[in-house]
Structure formats: C-alpha cells, structure tokens
C-alpha cells in the first residue's frame, strides 16, 4: 500500500479527528450534549465495560465532541492519545495520577505557573506526592534532585510568567537515563510553537483554556501522551504496568501498548476522579484550534513589537521576553521555538509594587484579569494577585516579584496596544 504523506500542520488544526457527521452530514463537529449512549444488548454493554470494545458508555469517561478534541491535539502535538479534562490543574492531576503512588516524589521546575507550585507543593501533599523544585537552567539540578522515589520530571517549555526557556533535549536525556517520564507543560508555546514529543519529553499537558481555545472563554486542559515510554521496564510504574483490580486483573500497559497512558487516564483517571471536560468547551476549543497558527503568529509578532517598545522605554527597568536578543533564553528560544517566543512575557517597573499597581489600572484597553492567550491585551500584576499565595522568596524565584508586571499580548492593532502602555506607564512617573 502506498504510504500516505502526512498532512501539514494547519491542515490537521482543522481536519484531525474531526469529519462530517455520518448521519446528517453535518460538517462542523456537533456538540454532542448528552450524558449517555444506548447499548446494542447486554453483551455489547458487557465488552464496553471490560474495555474489550472502544465505544461511548458515559460522558464523563467519553464523549464524541471531546473525543474529537482529544484526536486534533494528540495530532497537533504529535503524540498517540490525548485525555481531555475540566482544566489544565486537572490535567496536572490526571498525569501524576497515573505514575505516582504515596510517597513518591518528582522534580519540577521552581519557575513554573504560580498556581502550579501551589498545586505541587501543598495540595499534592495530600495525596502523599512530594515535589522537589529545582533551578532548571542548570539540568545538572535535574539529575541530583532525583531519588529512588522520583517518578517523574515536570516543566514548562516556555515558562509562565518570565518567558523562560527549558533545555528540553538536555533534560530528557537525564529523564531516560533515570527512566522516568519528562512531562512538559506546553501551555504558554502551544504545539505550533514547540512540540516538546520531538525533543524527547514522554508527556505533554495543557491548559487549554489558553491560546488553544484563544477567546477566553472556555476553562480546560488535557495530557497528550508520546506513546514511546516504556511503562513495564523498570518496575516504577505499578499503576500502568501491573494488574488492575478494577479491571479484572488487566494490565493497561501490557493490553494496550503505546495507548496504556490515554487508556488509563480515562478508565481510571476521569472515571474516578471525575474531572471531565464538557462537551461545549470541547467545542469552543476545537473551534479555536482551527486558527491556532494564525493567531500564534500574529500573537508572537505583537509581542516583539511591544517587548521592544518597553526596552526602550524610561519608566521601564527591564523586560523579560525570549524573543530579546538580551534575554538569557534567546538561543534556547531560536532552538525550541523557531517561529517565535510567544505572546506572555514580563518587565519591571522603576518604582516597585506602588508602580506596577499604578500601571495596571492605568491601562484601558488592556484588560485587568488573571488570564493568559486571550484574543484580548491582558496586564496583571502577579505580586498582588496569582502569585500573593507564595512566599516573597518563591515570588523572586518565579520572577514574580514586586516591581514586576506580566502582559499577554492579543491580536488588536499594536500601535494602539503601545499607545495603552506609553500612556499607563507616564502615569507612574
Ligand atoms: C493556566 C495555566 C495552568 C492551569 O490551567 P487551568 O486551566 O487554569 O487550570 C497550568 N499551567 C500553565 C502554564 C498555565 O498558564
């Protein structure tokens, strides 16, 4: 059979896993609002519910809208299986929940998402997962961080809110040598900008409540699994590997193969967790992948443009964008995201926490909130809002400290986005 070239990019943002509706031939994907599906007869319920036959049982293991959903990103990323949930916290949840057991450890980044650190370092204590942040520009930190007990490594590609830049390749290759996953939060790149499977990682996941739905208005996330990690191997991973009592004593890994994550994570993970995505903003977010380059490019192109303005701006002490060439990140942002550093980034402010507060409520067409990869300009001060929750020291290591003010850039017309800004930032002086 002659192999079938795959298609580009943009061309799986808007067809994969989606096609016209058998019945009515509808051709955008319906929003499949319904809780559950009618069995053929007792056997066909019998074998659904062994996990003999794939087909749709109840919503909150799956759905055909999210289903759908869960095929584009799996594409996008290109990775084998993706697990859609109710938030990208969720999604967190649903890929520790898979390799972690009591008293197992993993090493993160300690310069991830504010919401992320206060996820792994207190609520995660509860389950019994411990967290050992680390500085991960240096993966030297990675690798004497890891234990007996560690099961995994987690960090952003592009992290959220310093525009900070992880050595992906570096890092993977301490993974494998620990054999461990490398689960990379690729929220802030999105897989147009970076695909974290090409340089190694084992697990990607997302808030897709971001740039991957791009109006704000939908809250969700997912994990995407590569598909290549070799769950059985080094006796690590009991919760894939081994005989699932739930399940008649079956072995994810052994019965499904590179599909054991995405399987687990939905016969096990959403059906007992519960954390399902809903059909609509499965809907919404695949609406907003079908423009996901176009926006990307238009998002990255903004932001360089107002990076640059502040650079050279006064008021301003310094900025904090991997698209600079004076940013510590610049030759990891060339390597890992070629078409550009994205569209969040951070500077400071001569005049400290009075300033930024100063700056964020001068602004006017910039929106005040605590969103990312929206349509919209939006400016926060994290010190005072996402980031209040830690201590001053986990502030600074995040990049979050007083004088600091994050923007994420929209698609408005950027001279007006510059006049918002130059006109916020006269108010403070
Ligand atoms: C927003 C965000 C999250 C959390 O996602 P929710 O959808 O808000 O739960 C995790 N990581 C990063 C990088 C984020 O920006």
Same mark, same amino acid.
């Given at each position: ?12 943002m808007i &067809? ?18 319904? +809780?559950s ?6 056997? =066909?319920? /019998?074998?659904?519910? @062994?996990?003999?036959t794939?087909?749709?049982?109840y919503?909150?293991l +799956? ?16 990775g084998?299986g993706? +697990? ?16 972690? %057991?009591?008293? !197992?450890?993993?090493?993160a980044? @300690? ?16 389950f019994?997962?411990q967290?050992?942040f ?6 030297? @930190? ?16 592009l %992290? ?7 050595d ?11 054999e ?5 939060? @690729?929220t802030?790149a ?10 190694? %990682?084992?697990?990607?996941? &997302? ?14 996330? /997912? ?6 990690f ?13 005989p699932?009592p739930?399940?008649?004593g079956?072995?994810?890994y ?5 599909? %054991?994550?995405t ?18 903003n ?10 996901l380059?176009?926006r ?6 903004? /932001?360089k443009?107002?990076a ?21 990140? &610049? ?14 980034? +951070? ?11 100063k700056?964020?409520e ?5 929106s =005040?909130?605590?969103n990312?990869?929206d ?5 926060? &001060? ?13 502030? $600074?290591?995040a ?12 698609? $408005?017309t950027?001279?007006?986005?510059? !006049? ?10």
């Amino acid at each position: 059979m002659k192999k079938t070239k795959t298609p580009g990019f943009e061309t799986r943002m808007i &067809h994969a896993g989606t096609q016209p509706e058998p019945v009515t031939g509808a051709r955008q994907t319906p929003i499949f609002q319904n +809780t559950s599906y009618v069995f053929h007869d007792a056997d =066909h319920a /019998a074998s659904l519910f @062994n996990l003999q036959t794939f087909g749709f049982i109840y919503s909150r293991l +799956t759905n055909p809208t999210v289903a759908a959903l869960e095929e584009r990103l799996a594409s996008l990323e290109g990775g084998r299986g993706a +697990t859609c949930c109710a938030s990208g916290h969720a999604a967190q949840i649903l890929a520790f929940f898979a390799i972690m %057991a009591p008293g !197992d450890r993993f090493v993160a980044s @300690n310069r991830l998402y504010g919401g992320s650190i206060t996820q792994f370092g207190k609520t995660f204590k509860k389950f019994d997962w411990q967290v050992d942040f680390v500085d991960v520009d240096n993966p030297e @930190n990675v690798r004497k961080a890891i234990g007996p007990k560690t099961k995994a490594i987690f960090v952003e590609s592009l %992290a959220n809110p310093g525009g900070v830049v992880s050595d992906l390749e570096a890092l993977s290759a301490i993974a494998q040598a620990a054999e461990i996953p490398l689960i990379v939060d @690729n929220t802030m790149a999105t897989p147009y900008l970076c695909r974290p499977f090409e340089w190694g %990682a084992d697990l990607v996941v &997302h808030s897709t409540t971001k740039f991957l739905s791009g109006n704000g208005t939908s809250v969700g996330g /997912a994990v995407v699994d590569s598909g290549r990690f070799d769950w059985a191997k080094s006796g690590k991973f009991p919760g894939l590997a081994e005989p699932e009592p739930a399940y008649h004593g079956l072995s994810f890994y052994e019965t499904f193969g590179d599909m %054991a994550f995405t399987m687990q994570a939905h016969a096990v993970g959403l059906r007992d967790l519960g954390a399902t995505m809903a059909p609509m903003n499965a809907f919404q977010t695949l609406l907003g992948t079908e423009t996901l380059s176009l926006r990307m490019e238009r998002h990255c192109a903004n /932001a360089k443009t107002v990076a640059e303005f502040l650079e050279n701006h006064e008021a301003v002490d310094w900025v904090s964008c991997a698209a600079l060439p004076a940013s510590p990140y &610049h030759d990891l942002g060339l390597k890992y995201l070629p078409l550009g550093a994205g569209s969040v980034f +951070t500077f400071g402010v001569k005049g400290g926490y009075e300033a930024g507060v100063k700056v964020v409520e001068s602004c006017e067409l910039f929106s =005040h909130l605590a969103n990312i990869g929206d349509s919209r300009s939006l400016i926060l &001060h994290p010190a005072s809002t996402t980031h209040r929750q830690l201590t001053e020291e986990q502030r $600074e290591a995040a990049g979050a400290g007083p004088a600091v003010v994050r923007l994420s850039i929209g698609l $408005e017309t950027v001279e007006d986005l510059i !006049d918002d800004l130059g006109k916020a930032l006269a108010a403070t002086v």
